[in-house]
């Protein structure tokens, strides 16, 4: 942020003028509100509808300084770093913005004179005698002269950032967002950036494979991040038509992955659901099309939110089945999933699955002697439901993790029940 | 004026009558094969007709002739008593799939199915994949389960690679053949089964049918010396049965009655079909051929001898000349009409 100017020389004030300070004290808070408020009825340029969290620096700011005033004027051990990094970064924030600097000296200059127009009062009010109330006048002189250089070099530090690398700072601001980053982050990236953030929010996983990355320039709308694979893209929800294009006519063999709208907190969980899309589609769950469009896909995303729970739950609750062959396997769980799913008739549930009515009295008596009267039990029911909508499009697409498993499992258990047996001859001896 | 009448009389009376004998045989003749015809017979010549007339032992192979040809399913048991209409449905479906009499008599059991990766294993059975779910159907011990004693053939039926019960099968007896058998002894043509199936199965269908004679598990190769040596009995032998598996026994007959389409040889009678009620009709009619044959040359003879001598005497004059002829058609009308009854 540039080179900070030394800190100034420690204040020494008469004791008078110290009494005076010291009734201050107590009303820095409520002091430091009024100058605040005042600079921004004054300042307008410092006071936009979306500069909320600039205002409240603004304040944080003042009343720091305030503070630190008071605490120098009476004595005590001070640290100047931390008020001086507030007043750097008010700096660095306007620069951000693309404010004018001017704006800054017209805030400093107007939170001086009401300073001093209060001490002054004060100082009327406690019959301070002109040299002391000098003596205070260059005080703040100086120490508001401190802090405008600090706020100075801020605005440089911002300015030069804002002008020299746009692209990296979008490149930060996508990370914010990606990381959940709290709004005064996210405002400064995005004011660095020159992006505005809408209040909604759609967010793309690109595969780019062997295609390599999505140039930033192909998105000119969008904020994306090169570099790794999937590649995250974000861009305004009205825009998504427009970024999918481009991102198309860019990489014409790539599959990208659009996450429905939302706002910009939702960003991270956008994030997580899309590339879990572009997962289920390697895991065949998901149609592998070029653009999949998340929302219609919405429950398996949810449904393969906790992929351990649901191998727990698989091997728990689908034991019956995993002692069927690979064929009744598959058979018997499509057919209990869709009655489960549907509760229709037998013939109804036949021409879904394109199959004989028999056939399906058949497969429904053999679910029965598998699973009994568990099918009575409603809890047990809902669970197979959703373990069984999560895994059965797992196995279809050739997944064997939960038989290896469970056949592993099976075989370990039974050489814990068989001891080792000695040998014939042995016993004979 | 008598000799005159009387001249008359005699060309008019040789003018009705020579036609009428020149073309009674050619007519009955037509008459047989056009009501042999009505009654699905195809009888290529006189002479064939009249080894028919002859035949005493009757050969007939069980399919088609006291059976319709096909069999039935005549038991189900399903291992679980809830699995009756799985076992139907799943065996139904597969019988479909495949042409021997035992599978088609399954597939009525049940419609059609979506069945896949159907295999014939000779000798065994049949297997495939019904609605994704492996079937098999075929000699028990091949499924993995016990033989059945008893009648009929019995079949094993394994879904999902586990057993779930019994099919059997028999044959499909006509509802007339009996009746058909009795009609045919009392006509002295004596029948003699011949059958591929076992001896249980051969003498059960025979003692259902009123046949005293039965030859169970006879080869096609077997059935020819059968008939040469009811024939070395003095039997005059006919053989019914579907070809090609009959062709030996056939050519070796003294009358070969077969459903084969197209020209036949001489000693074949062709049929529509080898029902037995059929095959009584072919003896049947031959017999009343030969009666109606034997009886028709002396009758026409003793009227034209009669007609002429009466003329020659003077007493026929032309008019009952025409009369008298007119007569002697009718008789000879009446023989020929006893072979349509």
Redesign the interface.
């Known amino acids: 942020m540039g080179e900070a100017a030394p800190t100034p020389e420690r204040i020494e004030l008469p004791g008078s003028a110290q009494w005076m300070i010291s009734s201050l004290e107590r009303e820095v808070r409520s002091v430091a509100e009024g100058v605040a408020e005042q600079v921004r009825a004054t300042v307008p340029g410092l006071d936009g509808p979306g500069d909320e969290p600039l205002r409240q620096l603004v304040f944080t700011a003042i009343h720091n300084a305030m503070r630190l005033f008071v605490d120098e004027s009476l004595g005590r051990e001070i640290n100047y770093t931390p008020v001086e990094d507030l007043f750097r970064k008010l700096g660095y924030r306007v620069a951000a913005l693309g404010r004018d600097e001017e704006l800054i000296a017209q805030g400093m200059t107007l939170a001086v004179r009401e300073l001093t127009s209060e001490l002054q009062v004060r100082a009327a009010e406690n019959e301070l005698s002109a040299g002391a109330l000098n003596a205070v006048n260059d005080a703040v002189t100086t120490f508001a002269t401190h802090l405008t250089r600090q706020v100075e070099v801020g605005y440089q530090a911002g300015a030069q950032a804002r002008s020299s690398d746009t692209g990296l700072a979008r490149i930060r601001l996508l990370t914010a967002l990606l990381a959940g980053a709290d709004d005064d982050e996210i405002e400064a990236q995005a004011a660095v950036a020159g992006w505005e953030v809408p209040e909604s929010l759609t967010l793309i996983a690109v595969d780019t494979g062997d295609e390599g990355a999505l140039p930033a320039e192909a998105c000119p709308a969008a904020l994306t991040r090169p570099g790794r694979s999937p590649q995250p893209v974000i861009c305004a929800t009205a825009d998504v038509e427009q970024t999918v294009a481009a991102l198309r006519a860019a990489l014409p063999h790539t599959r990208a992955a659009v996450c429905w709208p939302g706002p910009r907190e939702d960003a991270p969980d956008a994030w997580t659901w899309a590339t879990r899309a572009l997962d289920l589609v390697r895991a065949r769950v998901i149609p592998a099309r070029p653009v999949i469009d998340c929302t219609m896909f919405r429950t398996e995303i949810w449904l393969h939110a906790e992929p351990v729970l649901r191998r727990q739950l698989a091997q728990e609750l689908l034991q019956p089945l995993f002692t069927e062959?690979e064929?009744?396997r598959e058979?018997l769980s499509e057919t209990l999933l869709v009655w489960l799913e549907t509760r229709d008739s037998a013939p109804a549930i036949a021409a879904k699955l394109?199959?004989?009515p028999?056939?399906v009295?058949?497969r429904w008596?053999?679910i029965n002697e598998l699973f009994g009267d568990s099918l009575h039990d409603s809890d047990f029911v809902t669970q197979l439901l959703l373990v069984l909508k999560a895994s059965v499009p797992l196995w279809i697409a050739g997944d064997q993790s939960d038989f290896e498993r469970f056949a592993s499992r099976r075989a370990a258990e039974q050489a814990q029940v068989e001891p080792e047996s000695p040998d014939e001859d042995d016993a004979d001896d | 004026m008598t000799d005159l009448n009387g001249t008359t009389g005699v060309a008019g009376l040789i003018a009705v009558t020579v036609p009428l004998l020149t073309f009674v045989l050619p007519l009955l003749t037509w008459i047989t094969r056009s009501r042999g015809r009505s009654l699905g017979i195809d009888v290529p010549d006189v002479k064939t007709l009249q080894s028919a007339a002859t035949i005493d032992t009757l050969v007939i192979d069980r399919w088609g002739t006291v059976t319709t040809g096909d069999l039935r399913v005549t038991a189900v048991e399903p291992l679980d008593p809830e699995n009756d209409r799985n076992l139907r449905w799943f065996a139904g479906a597969l019988g479909h799939e495949a042409a021997d009499p035992v599978a088609r008599a399954i597939a009525r059991l049940a419609t059609r199915g979506r069945v896949r990766n159907v295999d014939q294993h000779p000798g065994v059975g049949i297997s495939g994949s019904v609605d994704r779910h492996p079937v098999r159907v075929g000699h028990p011990p091949w499924v993995g389960m016990d033989e059945r004693p008893g009648l009929g053939r019995t079949v094993g039926v394994e879904v999902d690679n586990r057993p779930i019960g019994y099919l059997t099968v028999a044959d499909e007896v006509r509802e007339h053949a009996s009746g058909s058998v009795v009609r045919l002894v009392d006509d002295g043509v004596t029948p003699v089964l011949v059958s591929d199936d076992n001896a249980a199965n051969t003498e059960d269908l025979a003692h259902r049918c009123g046949i005293d004679e039965w030859h169970p598990e006879t080869a096609p190769e077997k059935r020819a010396r059968l008939v040469v040596e009811l024939q070395e009995r003095g039997r005059r032998v006919a053989v019914a049965g579907p070809r090609p598996d009959n062709d030996e026994a056939l050519a070796a007959a003294d009358l070969a009655l077969t459903d084969a389409t197209g020209p036949l040889d001489p000693g074949t009678v062709g049929l529509v079909d080898l029902d037995v009620q059929r095959l009584h009709s072919v003896f049947r009619l031959a017999r009343k051929t030969s009666r109606v044959r034997s009886l028709l040359r002396p009758v026409a003879a003793a009227l034209g001898l009669l007609g002429l001598g009466l003329a020659l005497a003077g007493v026929l004059p032309p008019l009952a000349a025409v009369g008298y002829a007119v007569v002697s058609g009718v008789v000879i009308g009446a023989l020929l009409a006893g072979l349509v009854r």
């Open positions: 062959t064929n009744s058979i394109g199959v004989h028999q056939t009295r058949y008596k053999r």
